[in-house]
């Protein structure tokens, strides 16, 4: 008997193992960076909620420089349907009300107008 066999079994053993190797290689890579772009957009939307219990305290006409201090450090980067154009010499900001993708609340937004330093309007935003 020839060894041909045995040097085929090996062979055929060796394209699984590449072909597994191709086809896991890029599936645990794009887990990988799946999981890692979800903890990103996690921690980022933590980095910008604003405490319901802060928002209730803030009141029409109060300066900028007062409610600096119950801001969290960013903005929602996402912006809720409806929340509509700025008029002209309002600034708005928006705020997330949870970081839980999982809440009810999530998608919604705390929006604070503010023109020359004070605030003028304040609303949430459910879409």
Not at 3 to 31: D, K, M
Not at 36 to 49: H, L, P, Q
Not at 114 to 120: E, H, M, N, S, Y
């Amino acid at each position: 008997m020839s060894p041909a066999p045995s040097q085929f079994r090996w062979a055929r053993r060796r394209v699984r193992r590449t072909l597994l190797t191709a086809l896991a290689a890029p599936l645990a890579a794009g887990a990988v960076l799946l999981a890692g772009v979800g903890m990103w957009e996690t921690v980022a939307a933590s980095r910008s909620v604003l405490d319901p219990r802060d928002y209730a305290r803030l009141r029409v006409g109060q300066d900028r420089s007062d409610i600096r201090k119950v801001l969290p450090d960013r903005q929602s980067v996402e912006r809720p349907a409806g929340a509509g154009p700025e008029e002209r010499g309002v600034t708005c900001e928006f705020y997330a009300m949870t970081a839980d993708r999982f809440d009810d609340r999530s998608g919604d937004a705390y929006r604070l107008c503010f023109r020359d330093g004070r605030l003028v309007s304040r609303d949430a935003l459910t879409p």
